[in-house]
T-cell receptor, first 114, second 112 residues
């Protein structure tokens, strides 16, 4: 397995459910990210982790809870979501959390909240 | 307010011709610029980047041009191939941060 892998690829959940998105990177990178892509909008940064420490949290609602147990794994725990949270959630990694370290993305999880 | 803008949602080009994708930005502190390519059902793939100390960077068929005074970035693909059909995103970052700001993308169709 190479690159950045995300599971599941698709997820449908009700507003009262609790679910988790999983991301794993096989690139030996030290930084990992969660991005959200909504229709017709630019990618929005949600969270940044550098060496398992959260370094950026872009005013994301508390119903999204990230977890980074080690530099290769990243989770996004979801609970009591709203229909407007339906979007493509992309995980990315980079060699370091630095302005000139390009991101490498996974294929995303398409989330639908009903 | 969006700091990185791609004003053309779509572009169609004949195979073999040049594709030019444009991007404008508003933040003069941006120091590093990137282009990503995205196929349907896949994540964006890093294509090419340029630092603000340069005005051109070339990698095979792909060349990125940076005009700092105009706050404008462009990606040239020559010659265009059908496999280049994808959505292209530009992104920018500032030296004092670790966040990339993305445009909304331009969908390129290369017609055989």
């Amino acid at each position: 397995e190479t690159g950045v892998t995300q599971t599941p690829r698709h997820l449908v959940m009700g507003m009262t459910n609790k679910k988790s998105l999983k991301c794993e990177q096989h690139l030996g990178h030290n930084a990992m990210y969660w991005y959200k892509q909504s229709a017709k909008k630019p990618l929005e940064l949600m969270f940044v982790y550098s060496l398992e420490e959260r370094v950026e949290n872009n005013s994301v609602p508390s119903r999204f809870s990230p977890e980074c147990p080690n530099s290769s794994h990243l989770f996004l725990h979801l609970h009591t979501l709203q229909p407007e949270d339906s979007a493509l959630y992309l995980c990315a990694s980079s060699q370091r959390a630095h302005y000139n370290s390009p991101l490498h993305f996974g294929n995303g999880t398409r989330l639908t909240v009903t | 307010d969006q700091q990185v803008k791609q004003n053309s949602p779509s572009l169609s080009v004949q195979e073999g011709r040049i594709s030019i994708l444009n991007c404008d930005y508003t933040n003069s502190m941006f120091d590093y610029f990137l282009w990503y390519k995205k196929y349907p059902a896949e994540g964006p793939t890093f294509l090419i980047s340029i630092s603000s100390i340069k005005d051109k960077n070339e990698d095979g068929r792909f060349t990125v041009f940076l005009n700092k005074s105009a706050k404008h970035l462009s990606l040239h693909i020559v010659p265009s191939q059908p496999g280049d059909s994808a959505v292209y995103f530009c992104a920018a970052s500032a030296r004092d941060g670790n966040q990339f700001y993305f445009g909304t993308g331009t969908s390129l169709t290369v017609i055989p």
